[in-house]
């Protein structure tokens, strides 16, 4: 949950020029925050759109536990995204932010996405694409490795634009922020539609890769190449508009 939180704190700050750009549902209506994790981005949604009727959920019911308890004016739901406990044309504007990668069958998840669209309602799916990594080779091995052994589909921001028009979705806007690590460590960069990390807080962000089994020797590699070469990466955080 630190982690997540840290690093949708750094996504606000790449949102909040965006949205502003976007024509999205602001004044009235229902919204969904579909896996909202730790509910930093939620929050921040809710002070932008103060208007509209918030909805969250998330699988996790650790999540959602302690999310009732810091964020109670958004009503919050046990529920995953691949079967929404939600109505048919329910829904105005949904936003899913860092989760289609992270999960089995995200297809299952765009079609709910649509059943509980209100027709003219508008969706926001935004997440990384772990082939869009620069960098030296040892990062881009640690990265195809870890895409080995993820249980889900490291790549899917690819297949999402074709699976949404097979739909019905019509994409209205499409922006690829791009993180690096060429910034200061005590305040990011923020160039829209680029945002420039410290060293560490790079790393900080790229830490889960270690964590599977069969990663350590790689990710140590990388790690100490790192540390004493300086390692210089970037990666696209891909973000769709889509309406129904
Ligand atoms: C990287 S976090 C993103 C959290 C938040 N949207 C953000 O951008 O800060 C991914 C979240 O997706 C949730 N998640 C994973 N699979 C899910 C599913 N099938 N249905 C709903 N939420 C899911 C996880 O529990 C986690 O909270």
């Known amino acids: 949950m630190p982690r997540l939180s840290a690093q949708a704190n750094l996504l ?17 209506g229902t919204a969904l925050d579909a896996g909202a994790g730790p509910g930093v981005l939620t929050s921040f949604l809710v002070k932008k759109n103060p208007n509209l009727k918030w909805m969250a959920c998330d699988i996790s019911e650790d999540m959602v536990q302690y999310c009732k308890l810091v964020y109670p004016k958004v009503d919050w739901k046990v529920s995953d995204v691949r079967a929404l406990d939600y109505p048919d044309n329910h829904f105005d504007f949904i936003f899913n932010s860092m989760v289609l990668i992270h999960i ?8 709910e996405f649509y059943r509980v669209l209100k027709p003219g309602g508008k969706i926001l799916i935004h ?65 829209y539609p680029k945002i420039h ?16 089994e069969g990663m350590q020797e790689l990710y140590s590699q990388l790690q100490s190449e790192y540390m004493s070469n300086r390692v210089k990466f970037t990666i696209k955080l891909e973000t769709h508009l889509y309406q129904k």
Not at 104 to 111: D, F, R, T, V
Not at 197 to 212: I, K, N, R, V
Request: with cysteine; hydrophobic share 40%.
């Open 12 to 28: 606000k700050l790449l949102l909040e020029p965006y949205l502003d750009s976007i024509e999205y549902e602001k004044e009235v």
């Open 104 to 111: 089995k069958e995200p297809e299952k998840a765009l079609k």
């Open 127 to 191: 997440c990384p694409n772990d082939k869009t990594f620069t960098g030296p080779q040892v990062l881009l091995d640690m990265v195809a490795k870890h895409a080995t052994i993820h249980p889900a589909d490291r790549f899917v921001m690819e297949k999402v634009p074709s699976i949404m028009e097979g739909l019905g979705f019509q994409l209205k806007h499409r922006t690829d922020f791009i993180a690096s690590n060429d910034g200061n460590d005590d305040k990011p960069i923020v160039e």
């Open 197 to 212: 990390l410290g060293m560490m807080t790079g790393w900080s962000m790229m830490s889960f890769m270690g964590h599977p």
